[in-house]
């Protein structure tokens, strides 16, 4: 089993502005609902996934931007991931689920269940 690239999702303290910005510096649209905890820019080429997520600001594990990784199976992969080295620094639960995991140099990325 392995993992799939599924996007970037750039850490911001205002998630819509900064979602504007490289939506118009890459001539792409802001999703609707966008709000400056969440905002997504919308593809229509097969391009990778581009999300903003608000982070405090101060934040413990804030990176400039992180990789999303989807997998199939959320445990079995996040488990593989820490034997390769990865550690894992939190999960979100309820009806968006994913696993907060660094790789050995401490850089963040997600790791997300396929739709």
Same mark, same amino acid.
């Given at each position: 089993?392995?993992?799939? &690239?599924?996007? @970037?999702?750039? *850490? #911001? ?7 504007? &910005?490289?939506?118009?510096?890459l001539?792409? *649209?802001? #999703?609707p ?9 919308? *593809?229509h ?6 999300? &903003? =997520? %608000?982070?405090p ?15 199939? =199976? ?11 080295? #990865?550690? %894992?620094?939190?999960? @979100?639960?309820?009806?968006? %689920?994913?696993?907060?995991?660094? =790789?050995?140099?401490?850089? #963040?990325f ?6």
């Open positions: 089993m392995a993992s799939t &690239f599924h996007g @970037v999702t750039f *850490d #911001a303290y205002d998630a819509q502005a900064v979602a504007r &910005f490289w939506g118009a510096a001539g792409r *649209d802001v #999703a609902g966008a709000t400056p905890e969440h905002a997504e820019l919308l *593809d080429t097969g391009a990778p996934r581009l999300v &903003f =997520d %608000r982070v600001s101060g934040g413990v594990v804030r990176n400039a931007l992180h990789l999303d990784l989807v997998t199939t =199976d959320l445990e079995s992969e996040s488990e593989r991931l820490v034997r390769l080295g #990865a550690r %894992r620094v939190g999960a @979100v639960g309820g009806t968006a %689920r994913w696993v907060n995991l660094t =790789d050995p140099e401490g850089n #963040a997600a790791l997300l269940p396929a739709a």
